[in-house]
C-alpha cells in the first residue's frame, strides 16, 4: 500500500497519542455523533431498508463468486463502447500504467477525484516522483494535501480538522499550489468553501487529464457510476480530454438493475441523505460529450488474497459508505490516523490486514482494535459481519505467534479449563472476592493489554453466592 | 503497455487465475432476491408532484410550478431577477420557452472552450426525468439538454421537469426508463460540501442556484 503508511506504530501505541489530543476527540466526537443521527433518520425512511441490505449482500455475494465472469465481462463492455482496459496486479504496476497513459498525452498535471483505491496505492506520489502534479479536488482532500497531512475518514478525510485548523492551512498553503487564498479569510464555512472554488476552478478549466476511481462498475453494459456532492467529480469526469479511472476489481456489479439497490443505500449510509448532490455515469466514450479517451485500470494488489479467506471475503462487498466509522466506539477515540493505513475504522481492521497481509506489527494489530460490541456490522448496508471477521484474523494472527500472542494463548487455554469445571470456577471467585483489596490496578506481564485499560473492580462476593444468599 | 517486469496480457491472466482459485471451493451464490420494494409512494400523480416538490426544496433547490402559456414569462423573470445577461441553450430546448426572456442566448457547441462557458450566467435544460423520493432530476445529454459541461459550469442552473410525463416515484422506476448507454448525470440539489465539521454548505463546484420549473400540462 501506500508509502506515506510504512513504518506506522501499531494501533495501540498511535491510538495511545490520538487519545491525549484533546482537540482531536472534540472534532471526532462531534463529526460522528451528528451523521451517526442523520444516517439514522434517512434509513428510518426506507420500509424496505432490510430488503434492500439483503439485495444488495447478495448481489455483491454473486459478483464475487463469479468475479472472473463479471471482470471479463465488463471488459467487454467498455472496449466495445471506446475505452481501453488495463489490468494491475499491484500498486507498482497500477501506479506504472497511470503514469505511462499521463506521459502520453504530453501533460505535467492532472486534476483527481477523491478515491479510495488511487490512495491505497499512493497514486499522487507515483506521479510526483515522475514529475507530475496531481491535484485532489475534492475539499476535503483539498485540505489534506494542502496541510500535508494524511486522510483520517473514507468519506470526510478531514474529520479530524475544525473550521480554525482549515482556515489557517488555506491562508497558509493554497499560494503554493496556484491562486492564493483570498485576504482575511475568516472560519466561516461558507467562506472556506468559496476560497477552495476560487482555488480549483482555475485548475478545472484548464486540466487535460483527469483521474478517478468508480463507486461501481457494471459488468452489463460497461458503465462507471462516480457519487459526489460538490461537483469536483462532475469537473473531473467531464472537462479534460483524457480520463483514466483506477478501480478495485471488487468493484463490478453484474447488472444495471443492481445499481437501483445501491442508489439507495449507499447515500444513506455515507452522507445520511436520500441522495447525494451529483452522481456520475458514463458508458465508454461519448461522440461530443466528455473525455474522447478513457481508460481504465483495474486493480488486484491483494483483492484476491481477501477472496481466498472463505470467512474474510466478505470484506470485500464494502461499498466505502463509512458508516461503520461513525458509529464505531473506538474510532471515534482514536481516529482513523491509528488505523495505518487509507482504511480506517471497522472495515479498516478487517480489509488491511488482508489486503496487506499480518505479517507488519500494525496489521498484526488491527484485528485487535475493536472491542467487537457489534455495532458496525448492525449499520453495514451490504451486512458484513465485521466482528466475525475480526476474531477469524486474531485467530490467523495468535497461529502466527510472536509478541503478546503466547501469553493470550495459555491465557485462553486456561479460562477454557476453568469455564468447563464449575466447582473450579467457583473456588475461584469466592477467592477473587475476598482479595479484592490485594489486585494491582495493572495485570502485571500484560502491560500492552491494561495499558488502555482499566480492570474491573471485582465485587464483595461472587454472584453465585450472591444467588444463593438471596434467592434460594 | 509498458517494458519492464510486466505485460498486460500476463497480469490479466494473473488475475484472473488467483479469482478462478480463490472461488473455486465457495458455495454457490444465487441470483439475488429482490424482496424490496420498487417504490415507497402510493400510486397517486399528485402526491407523487408533491413529494417530489418537498424532496427538491429539502435539499434547496428553488422550485416552481408552472404551465405551458405562464413558461415564457415565469423564465423571463427568473433570469432577470438574476440579473443574467446571457442564457445557455442546448440545442433541442423548445425555443417557446424563451421566447419573452431579454438574456441573450449561447447556444452550445462543441467547439465552446469551458472558459467561455465559465463567462454564461444561466443555463436552461430539459431532463430525462426526476424522482420524487430522492428529490433527484436525471440529465441523459438528450436534445434538450446538451452536454454535461452546459449545467456545470454556469453558476445558475434552470432545470424543467415536465409533469406528469418526466415524473417518476423511485429509483428502481428510474432505472428501468434509463438508458445507460447515455451519458447520465443525477442532480439532488445544489452543489453542496460538509467537509468542514459537516456543515452543510451550498456551492462549492456546480451551480450554487439550482431552479426547477414542474411544468404541468
Same mark, same amino acid.
Given at each position: ?21 484533546? %482537540? ?76 505511462? !497513459? ?136 467531464? !472537462?479534460?480530454? %483524457? ?35 451529483? %452522481? ?7 461522440? %461530443? ?184 | ?217
Amino acid at each position: 500500500m501506500s508509502a506515506t503508511y510504512l513504518g506506522m506504530p501499531s494501533f495501540p501505541e498511535a491510538a495511545g497519542e490520538a487519545l491525549h489530543n484533546v %482537540t482531536l476527540r472534540a472534532n471526532l466526537r462531534h463529526a460522528t455523533h451528528t451523521i451517526r443521527d442523520k444516517r439514522a433518520r434517512a434509513v428510518a425512511e426506507l420500509a424496505d431498508w432490510a430488503e434492500l441490505r439483503e439485495a444488495g449482500k447478495q448481489i455483491k455475494n454473486r459478483t464475487l463468486r463469479h468475479l472472473d465472469r463479471y471482470l471479463e465481462q465488463l471488459e467487454t463492455a467498455v472496449t466495445e463502447a471506446g475505452g481501453t482496459v488495463h489490468w494491475a496486479a499491484d500498486a507498482e504496476e497500477a501506479n506504472r500504467i497511470v503514469a505511462d !497513459l499521463v506521459k502520453a498525452t504530453g501533460e505535467r498535471e492532472v486534476v483527481k477525484v477523491k478515491s479510495m483505491a488511487t490512495q491505497e496505492i499512493g497514486l499522487n506520489e507515483a506521479l510526483e516522483a515522475e514529475g507530475i502534479s496531481a491535484y485532489e479536488t475534492d475539499l476535503a482532500e483539498l485540505i489534506v494535501q494542502l496541510g500535508d497531512d494524511r486522510p483520517s475518514h473514507i468519506l470526510v478525510p478531514a474529520i479530524h480538522r475544525n473550521r480554525g485548523e482549515i482556515r489557517d492551512i488555506f491562508a497558509e498553503k493554497m499560494a503554493n499550489w496556484g491562486r492564493p487564498a483570498p485576504d482575511g479569510l475568516s472560519d466561516s464555512p461558507a467562506e472556506l468553501a468559496e476560497a477552495a472554488r476560487l482555488h480549483l476552478r482555475e485548475k478545472f478549466l484548464r486540466a487535460k487529464v483527469g483521474i478517478s476511481g468508480a463507486n461501481f462498475m457494471v459488468a452489463e453494459t460497461g458503465t462507471l457510476v462516480v457519487f459526489e456532492s460538490e461537483g469536483n467529480g462532475r469537473m473531473c469526469l467531464t !472537462l479534460p480530454e %483524457t480520463l483514466i479511472s483506477v478501480v478495485g476489481i471488487e468493484k463490478v456489479v453484474p447488472s444495471w438493475r443492481d445499481l437501483e439497490v445501491f442508489l439507495q443505500t449507499l447515500p444513506r449510509s455515507s452522507t445520511a441523505e436520500r441522495m447525494n448532490p451529483y %452522481t456520475s455515469m458514463w458508458t465508454g466514450t461519448a461522440d %461530443t460529450d466528455g473525455p474522447q479517451t478513457f481508460h481504465l485500470v483495474l486493480l488486484d494488489n491483494g483483492r484476491t488474497d481477501a477472496l481466498a479467506d472463505e470467512v474474510g471475503r466478505q470484506a470485500l462487498r464494502c461499498i466505502r459508505c463509512s458508516a461503520c466509522l461513525n458509529v464505531c466506539p473506538v474510532y471515534e477515540r482514536a481516529g482513523g490516523h491509528a488505523y495505518g493505513s487509507v482504511y480506517p475504522g471497522p472495515i479498516g481492521a478487517i480489509l488491511s490486514p488482508q489486503l496487506r497481509g499480518i505479517q507488519s506489527e500494525i496489521d498484526a494489530s488491527l484485528p485487535y482494535a475493536s472491542t467487537l460490541c457489534g455495532a458496525c456490522y448492525e449499520v453495514c448496508p451490504v451486512a458484513i459481519d465485521i466482528p466475525e471477521v475480526l476474531v477469524h484474523l486474531r485467530e490467523k494472527v495468535a497461529d502466527q505467534g510472536g509478541k503478546g500472542h503466547r501469553l493470550e494463548k495459555a491465557a485462553i487455554k486456561a479460562a477454557g479449563w476453568v469455564l468447563d469445571h464449575p466447582a473450579a470456577l467457583a473456588a475461584g471467585e469466592r477467592a477473587a472476592s475476598r482479595t479484592r483489596k490485594l489486585h494491582p490496578k495493572r495485570l502485571p506481564g500484560a502491560g500492552a493489554w491494561t495499558a488502555a485499560r482499566e480492570l474491573p473492580e471485582l465485587p464483595a462476593e461472587s454472584f453465585r453466592d450472591w444467588w444463593k444468599k438471596n434467592r434460594t | 503497455m509498458s517494458a519492464g517486469p510486466y505485460s498486460r496480457t500476463s497480469s490479466r491472466d494473473r488475475i484472473l487465475a488467483r479469482v478462478r482459485s480463490a472461488v473455486a471451493d465457495a458455495p454457490e451464490a444465487p441470483e439475488p432476491a429482490r424482496d424490496y420494494l420498487t417504490t415507497h409512494t402510493p400510486d397517486d400523480p399528485a402526491a407523487v408532484l408533491d413529494l417530489l416538490h418537498e424532496n427538491l426544496a429539502d435539499y434547496r433547490a428553488i422550485v416552481h410550478r408552472t404551465t405551458p402559456d405562464e413558461m415564457p414569462w415565469l423564465l423571463m423573470r427568473l433570469l432577470a431577477e438574476r440579473g443574467s445577461a446571457t442564457v445557455l441553450v442546448p440545442p433541442g430546448l423548445p425555443p417557446e420557452w424563451l421566447s419573452a426572456a431579454d438574456a441573450t442566448r449561447i447556444h452550445d457547441r462543441s467547439v465552446s472552450t469551458a472558459q467561455e462557458l465559465d463567462a454564461v450566467d444561466s443555463v436552461v435544460t430539459g431532463c430525462a426525468l426526476a424522482i420524487a423520493e430522492t428529490g433527484t432530476i436525471v440529465l441523459d445529454a438528450g436534445p434538450g439538454q446538451g452536454r454535461r459541461r452546459i449545467t456545470l459550469i454556469p453558476d445558475h442552473h434552470i432545470c424543467v421537469v415536465r409533469v406528469p410525463d418526466q415524473v417518476v416515484a423511485s429509483v428502481p422506476q428510474a432505472m428501468s426508463r434509463l438508458d445507460p448507454t447515455r451519458p447520465l448525470t443525477w442532480i439532488s440539489g445544489p452543489s453542496a460540501t460538509s467537509d468542514i465539521e459537516l456543515d452543510r454548505v451550498e456551492g462549492v463546484h456546480g451551480p450554487r442556484t439550482l431552479e426547477v420549473v414542474l411544468l404541468q400540462g
